[in-house]
């Protein structure tokens, strides 16, 4: 999935009731009222969402981000069968703010999962806009290289994340990351992408990828240190499912926007010939 293929048209894809639901400020900025939005993913009480909307005000402060920012605390007048009016709490969330909820939200409701894709994507979108040294790139070769960079260093993050989940040895981490591959490449393990790719053993995966490839197994690597924080996993069993389900929204994703899946996109040369100096940090990762 290219940023390209993210910064696309998603109303076809997105579901309507998030855009539905959207405001923007007098200053253009956009927002999502949490007493309309908690009814829409399934809610009955309010107090019930508000434990949510806490979870997700630690996981903002946890990102280092100021919850002030994107939850913001404001009095709503609502009418009374009386023909008055009373003030009542409530909540302008942004788009990250949304995208938090949800990840806290209860799984077992349909329309969580949805809006985990879909906030998901429309804040990787908000990423990609802000960051202006992606922006400079202009050349497929700069995009792969500051991509691959990227992805060592999320990838040194998720190493941390699972070993803090039970991901202890080697093996255990190998088995692990082909749960993301097959996840993500439709059931291919890490032997079977390199089968495809037409790579020798000894060839990294990741070197070979070109920045569609290498933009897609960034998305899986964060969603899924995330996700691993977040879900507070203690076993290699459950951070294994964690990485195979992760790569599959992400997958799935691709597909609903008409992305090329990565195990059909072309094989690239070697990312070393391109860094003549080879950066520290990219890792040397053994697939």
């Known amino acids: ?139 497929e070769d700069e995009k792969r290289l500051y991509l691959r960079n990227q992805l060592a260093d999320h990838n040194k993050k998720l190493a941390s994340a699972a070993k803090d989940a039970g991901v202890k040895t080697s093996i255990d981490y190998a088995i692990f990351q082909n749960h993301g591959y097959k996840g993500l490449y439709g059931g291919l393990d890490a032997k079977g992408i390199h089968s495809v790719k037409g790579l020798k053993k000894s060839q990294n995966i990741l070197d070979h990828m070109g920045s569609t490839e290498l933009a897609a197994n960034l998305f899986r690597a964060t969603q899924t240190e995330e996700k691993l924080k977040r879900d507070e996993v203690k076993t290699k069993t459950k951070a294994n499912q964690t990485h195979f389900e992760v790569g599959k929204k992400v997958r799935q994703t691709i597909e609903e926007l008409g992305g090329t899946m990565p195990e059909d996109l072309p094989t ?19 697939n």
């Not at 009814?39 to 981000?65: H, T």
């Not at 070697?270 to 890792?283: G, N, T």
């Open 1 to 139: 999935m290219t940023d390209k293929d993210l910064l696309k048209d998603d109303n076809q894809s997105a579901p309507s009731i998030f855009e539905d639901l959207k405001k923007v400020d007098e200053n253009g900025n956009e927002y999502w009222s949490g007493r309309e939005l908690y009814p829409a993913i399934e809610y009955a009480r309010w107090d019930g969402f508000l434990n949510v909307i806490e979870k997700a005000i630690e996981a903002c402060k946890n990102s280092s981000c100021q919850p002030e920012d994107h939850f913001r605390q404001v009095v709503k007048m609502v009418s009374l069968g009386s023909g008055s009016e009373r003030g009542v709490e409530d909540y302008n969330l942004s788009r990250y703010a949304c995208y938090l909820i949800i990840q806290n939200a209860d799984p077992s409701k349909p329309i969580v999962a949805l809006g985990q894709t879909y906030f998901a994507v429309q804040t990787r979108k908000q990423e990609i806009l802000e960051q202006s040294e992606y922006q400079r790139l202009k050349t």
């Open 268 to 286: 690239a040369e070697s990312i070393k010939k391109l860094d003549k100096k080879p950066s520290q940090s990219i890792e040397e990762e053994k």
